[in-house]
C-alpha cells in the first residue's frame, strides 16, 4: 500500500506573490498538478495534500482530481511540521509513504517508481532521491556513507563552508516506511537558522536511508523564485520539443516557440518562429502554423496553413488557409478549404466548406453555407447593446463589400448582397438586395458664384 503525500502549506515568499507558489503556471498547468500527474503511473491508495497558505484556492484549482484529502497545516514550521499533520490521517497505516514538495515539478514517473521499488526491495526505513548538481545552492546537502547510507541531510544555510562544497543535493522527494517515520516524527527540533523543524532530520534518526541519485539533474528541479520558474520552464519546453521533434514535427527555431503539455501534434506538422501552443490544441497532419501564431485551445485539420493569427478556443478543418492577421476566437468553426484572412475576426461562428472572408471584416454569431464570399469590410451587427442576435447566410451568398448585416437576419442562399449595403430584413434565395441610397448626379452643377470660396 502507498500512500503519498505533497508538502504545499507554504507560501513560496521567495516568489514575490499573492498566488501560493504551487499555484504558479508551468506550461499550461500549475506546479502541482505537474506534481500530481507524475504519480500517473503509481497509482496511490491516497493523496493527502498538506495546505495552509492560500488553501482555499489551491482546493479550487484541484477540484477535478478525485480522492485528495486536504491535510492544514495551520502554523508553517517547517517540512518536518507539515509531515506531522499526517500523524492522525495515518494511524494504523503500515504501508510505505512517498512524500514530495509541491514545487518539484519535472519529475518523471520512472523516476518515483524507481525510489519506491529500491526502498521496497532493499527493506530500508527510507529511500531519497539525490542528485549531483553542478550548482548545489539553496538545497540541503546530502552526506552518505560509504555503502551509500545517508547519514545526515544540512540545509545550505546551515552548512559549514566546507559542507557546502558537498554537490549531493537533497531532491525534497523521499520514501518513507510510514511506521518507522511516524515513530521519529515527533522527536524533531527546531534548533537551524529557519527555527524550522525539518524533515530532514528524520534522516538522522531513521535507520538505514539509502539514496538514489537521478541521471538527469533537471529533473528535480525545485522551484523557488522566479528566475528558477523560468529555467524549469525552459527544460519542460526543451524535453517537450524534443518529444514531438521526434514524433515528426518540424519547429523551426524551436528556441522562439512554446507549446503546452496537452498539445497533440501529428508528423509532417510545421510549426514556424514566434509561434505558441496553448492549451488542449491539436494540429493534423501537414499543417503549417506560423510565424507569428497563438493556438489555445483548438483543433486544426490536416494542411491547413496559419499565418500571424490568433486562434481560440476554434476549429479549422482541413485545407483552410488563415491568415495573415486573423483573429478566431469563442468557438468559431471554419470549414474545410476556407480562405479566412487579412485582418478577419470571427466569433462564434460556423463556415461551411469552401467559404471565403478574406479582406477586414467581422463575423460574430453567425451561420454561413458552403462557398459563401464575405465581401471585403463586410461586418455582422450582432450586438443591439443589450443582446446579441444572429445572421445566417445561405449557400453561394456572396456580400458586396462595405455590407452591414444587422441581426437578426437570414439571407437565403444564392443572394447577392450590393456593395455598401446595411441589410435588416430577411433575404429570400436567389435575389439581389440592394440596400443604400441610389447615386445622384447632377450634371453640369457648379457651385454658386455668389457664394464665397472659403465657406
Ligand atoms: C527543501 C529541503 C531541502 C531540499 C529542497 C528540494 C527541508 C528542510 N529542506 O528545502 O533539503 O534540497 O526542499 O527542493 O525539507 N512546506 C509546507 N509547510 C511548511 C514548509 C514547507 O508545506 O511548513 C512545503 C512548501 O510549500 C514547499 C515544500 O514544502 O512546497 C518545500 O518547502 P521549501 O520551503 O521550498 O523548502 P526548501 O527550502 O526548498
Ligand atoms: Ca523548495
Not at 27 to 52: E, K, M
Not at 169 to 180: H, L
Not at 216 to 239: S, T, V
Not at 329 to 341: D, L, T, V, Y
Request: proline content about 5%; overall charge negative; aromatic content about 4%.
Amino acid at each position: 500500500m502507498v500512500a503519498v503525500a505533497i508538502l504545499a502549506a507554504g507560501r513560496g515568499t521567495r516568489m514575490k506573490s499573492q498566488l501560493p507558489k504551487v499555484l504558479h503556471s508551468f506550461g499550461g498547468r500549475s506546479l502541482i498538478q505537474r506534481v500530481l500527474d507524475s504519480l500517473s503511473t503509481i497509482q496511490p491508495s491516497r493523496t493527502l495534500i498538506i495546505v495552509g497558505y492560500g488553501q482555499e484556492a489551491l482546493r479550487q484549482s484541484l477540484a477535478d482530481y478525485p480522492n485528495l484529502e486536504f491535510v492544514e497545516q495551520t502554523q508553517q514550521l517547517g517540512t518536518g511540521h507539515a509531515v506531522q499533520q499526517l500523524l492522525p490521517h495515518l494511524e494504523g497505516f503500515e504501508g510505505t509513504l512517498l512524500v514530495l514538495n509541491g514545487d518539484v515539478p519535472l519529475l518523471r514517473p520512472t523516476t518515483l517508481q524507481h525510489l519506491l521499488t529500491t526502498q521496497q526491495e532493499s527493506g530500508s526505513a527510507a529511500a531519497i532521491l539525490t542528485a549531483q548538481m553542478p550548482n548545489p545552492q539553496g538545497y540541503g546537502r546530502v552526506f552518505c556513507d560509504g555503502n551509500n547510507v545517508v547519514t545526515q541531510i544540512v540545509e545550505d544555510r546551515d552548512c559549514t563552508a566546507a559542507q557546502r562544497q558537498n554537490r549531493r543535493i537533497n531532491a525534497g522527494v523521499y520514501c518513507f516506511r510510514w511506521p518507522d517515520l511516524a515513530e521519529v516524527l515527533p522527536q524533531l527540533q527546531s534548533n537551524n537558522d529557519q527555527q524550522e523543524y525539518y524533515l530532514t532530520d528524520t534522516m538522522t534518526m531513521l535507520k538505514p536511508v539509502v539514496s538514489i541519485d537521478v541521471d538527469d539533474p533537471q529533473e528535480i528541479m525545485g522551484i523557488n523564485d522566479r528566475q528558477q520558474l523560468a529555467m524549469g520552464y525552459r527544460i519542460l519546453q526543451n524535453r517537450l520539443k524534443e518529444h514531438w521533434m521526434k514524433a515528426g514535427v518540424t519547429l523551426v527555431d524551436p528556441d522562439s516557440i512554446t507549446i503546452d503539455e496537452d498539445v497533440q501534434l501529428e508528423p509532417d506538422v510545421v510549426i514556424e518562429p514566434q509561434t505558441h501552443l496553448r492549451g488542449r490544441t491539436t494540429v493534423k497532419s501537414g499543417s503549417h502554423i506560423g510565424p507569428g501564431t497563438l493556438l489555445d485551445n483548438s483543433q486544426i485539420g490536416e494542411q491547413v496553413t496559419v499565418l500571424y493569427s490568433v486562434i481560440s478556443d476554434s476549429v479549422v478543418k482541413d485545407g483552410s488557409r488563415i491568415g495573415p492577421y486573423a483573429h478566431l476566437r469563442g468557438h468559431a468553426e471554419i470549414g474545410e478549404q476556407c480562405r479566412i484572412g487579412n485582418f478577419v475576426e470571427i466569433k462564434k461562428a460556423t463556415l461551411g466548406d469552401r467559404t471565403n472572408a478574406a479582406h477586414l471584416s467581422y463575423l460574430g454569431d453567425a451561420t454561413l453555407g458552403q462557398g459563401v464570399n464575405i465581401g471585403a469590410g463586410t461586418v455582422t451587427a450582432n450586438y443591439d447593446g443589450v443582446k446579441k442576435h444572429a445572421t445566417v447566410i445561405g449557400d453561394r451568398s456572396k456580400t458586396g463589400s462595405n455590407s452591414v448585416l444587422v441581426a437578426p437576419v437570414t439571407l437565403g442562399e444564392n443572394v447577392t448582397v450590393a456593395a455598401g449595403s446595411t441589410v435588416t430584413d430577411d433575404v429570400p434565395d436567389d435575389s439581389l438586395v440592394i440596400a443604400r441610397a441610389r447615386q445622384v448626379v447632377k450634371p453640369g452643377w457648379q457651385l454658386s458664384p455668389s457664394e464665397p470660396a472659403d465657406a
